[in-house]
């Protein structure tokens, strides 16, 4: 069934995007339950196969239904724009044990079998624990499997939200919300997802909305949150096509006899907005490197800048985009 958002003034005013590191893990740990959902991430799930073989990953499983409640408390929409995992773990290891305890039982609520089982009881009986339990184990998958790539990942994340925030100024939040997702849609001050899971309605009441890209909820947008968390929407960040695809490995030949194979490796990296951190790790150069590639490019009107948060982010401009993207996508 639709689940439907319904925003008054005040939920407009505090519309936010942010990022999770924990919503990514927890969307990770989904992926490895259903790898043959998740064409795109093949080449990540064969870099971390044999790590992962070492998590056991099944308590988490169990409360991630493919349909009807998963519980919030273990992913819950981030404070603020640039939480860290260490912020986010902590609040699971603190919640409310009563929150908790509703939670898990909603999860388990459509499962009958699961909810009389003696693991299914035992959670419900000691929340704390539990919680426990699960913070230890997101933990140990954000480690395995979503910390070695994070820079990367995290990039693509900024630069989504980069492009959303410049289409929401320039095409309004009824427009926007189609272009994350056509799963979203919005009427009569009510903003409506098919194919998700949850509750069926909500008011939003002044709290706002969280718009948060991820990853490896593709295809997928997801809501669903329950109070006391702030209301927000999971939706599939742009460019992840060419997310695992090396960066020298599109680099056509003639552009790199042109420029020098760093810096048209640097330039035809740039597929999405990203600075220096995130492009050095990536391309496996040092930074100092990469910011003196883009300090010549920018230069040369290839590039352009501009500041999110604490980094700066680079671009192509549309020379940069015509030397980089060659016509008919010829790569000589």
Not at 3 to 30: W, Y
Not at 99 to 128: C, F, K
Not at 257 to 269: I, K, P
Not at 284 to 289: E, N, Q, R, T, Y
Request: hydrophobic share 40%; net charge negative; proline share 9%.
């Amino acid at each position: 069934m639709p689940f439907h958002l319904h925003l008054d003034e005040g939920d407009l005013l505090r519309c936010r995007f942010a990022l999770s590191p924990l919503g990514e893990t927890q969307a990770a740990v989904r992926v490895l339950a259903q790898p043959e959902r998740h064409g795109y991430h093949l080449p990540w799930l064969r870099l971390i196969r044999d790590a992962a073989d070492g998590l056991e990953l099944g308590p988490l499983w169990l409360l991630m239904a493919r349909h009807g409640h998963n519980p919030d408390f273990f992913s819950p929409p981030p404070p603020g724009p640039v939480t860290t995992f260490e912020e986010e773990i902590a609040g699971v290891r603190s919640v409310d044990p009563e929150v908790a305890r509703q939670d898990i039982a909603l999860s388990l609520a459509n499962r009958p079998e699961l909810l009389h089982s003696p693991t299914g009881q035992a959670m419900l009986a000691d929340p704390v624990g539990t919680a426990r339990d699960l913070a230890d184990l997101l933990e140990q998958a954000w480690r395995v499997l979503i910390e070695p790539h994070w820079p990367r990942l995290r990039a693509l994340l900024e630069a989504d939200i980069a492009y959303h925030s410049r289409r929401l100024a320039a095409v309004g939040f009824e427009r926007l919300l189609g272009e994350l997702s056509p799963q979203l849609s919005w009427s009569d001050s009510t903003l409506t997802i098919v194919g998700t899971r949850g509750r069926h309605t909500r008011v939003l009441g002044g709290q706002g909305l969280v718009l948060i890209p991820s990853v490896f909820c593709w295809p997928d947008a997801v809501s669903g949150f329950e109070p006391p968390w702030q209301p927000a929407i999971v939706y599939p960040a742009r460019g992840i096509g060419g997310l695992w695809t090396e960066p020298a490995d599109r680099t056509p030949q003639a552009l790199a006899r042109l420029l020098g194979r760093g810096r048209a490796d640097v330039l035809c990296a740039l597929d999405e907005p990203a600075g220096p951190s995130a492009l050095a790790h990536r391309l496996g150069l040092a930074v100092s490197s990469v910011s003196e590639h883009l300090s010549v490019l920018r230069a040369a009107g290839l590039l352009t800048s501009r500041r999110y948060g604490h980094q700066v982010l680079y671009e192509r401009t549309p020379l940069g985009i015509a030397l980089a993207v060659p016509e008919h996508g010829r790569r000589e």
